[in-house]
């Protein structure tokens, strides 16, 4: 045992002398390598994150869509579709529009003006059977998303 601690000390001790430090090659290559591989690791890293970014923030986006869909079906007495349209007449009798325009999805009432519900849409589908209406969206980016809201009717609708 005594043998084989004194071989290794005597080895290390070998090491440490012959040891001078770093040289400049050393140095050169260590820097090297690190300007070639920093870009496409930041690279590599910014696109996961806009990628997550991207997708969290349009999952937000329809999340209030749908909520606010939502929040609107419940105020109106009487719902309508097509395939393109969602009429909707509220209990001040103003007639509340929701439809596509160019890559966004507008609130217009009584077909004036209109505000902005979702931003970068493809194409939405509308399809309404008795008490079920199926909301189907394509985004630009390919996702597709779809909700069934279920319509109360009024008090002095016969069911």
């Known amino acids: 045992m005594k043998k084989t601690y004194q071989?290794?000390?005597?080895?290390?001790?070998?090491?440490?002398?012959?040891?001078?430090?770093?040289?400049?090659?050393?140095?050169l290559l260590s820097l090297t390598i690190f300007l070639v591989v920093v870009p496409y690791l930041s690279q590599t890293l910014l696109h996961f994150s806009k990628i997550e970014k991207y997708s969290l923030e349009e999952e937000i986006s329809m999340t209030t869509f749908f909520h606010f869909l939502q929040r609107e079906l419940y105020q109106s007495e009487n719902v309508d579709a097509t395939s393109k349209t969602l009429l909707m007449q509220n209990?001040?009798?103003?007639?509340?529009?929701?439809?596509?325009?160019?890559?966004?999805?507008?609130?217009?009432?009584?077909?004036?003006?209109?505000?902005?519900?979702?931003?970068?849409?493809?194409?939405?589908?509308?399809?309404?059977?008795?008490?079920?209406?199926?909301?189907?969206?394509?985004?630009?980016?390919?996702?597709?998303?779809e909700r069934t809201f279920y319509i109360?009717?009024?008090?002095?609708?016969?069911?």
């Open 7 to 27: 071989k290794l000390s005597a080895y290390l001790s070998r090491c440490h002398h012959h040891n001078k430090g770093f040289t400049l090659l050393s140095v």
């Open 91 to 145: 209990d001040v009798n103003e007639l509340i529009v929701i439809d596509q325009y160019e890559s966004a999805i507008r609130r217009r009432v009584n077909f004036t003006g209109h505000e902005i519900l979702l931003f970068n849409v493809e194409s939405i589908f509308f399809q309404k059977e008795d008490i079920k209406l199926e909301v189907q969206v394509k985004m630009l980016e390919g996702n597709h998303y």
């Open 152 to 159: 109360l009717p009024s008090p002095g609708e016969e069911k």
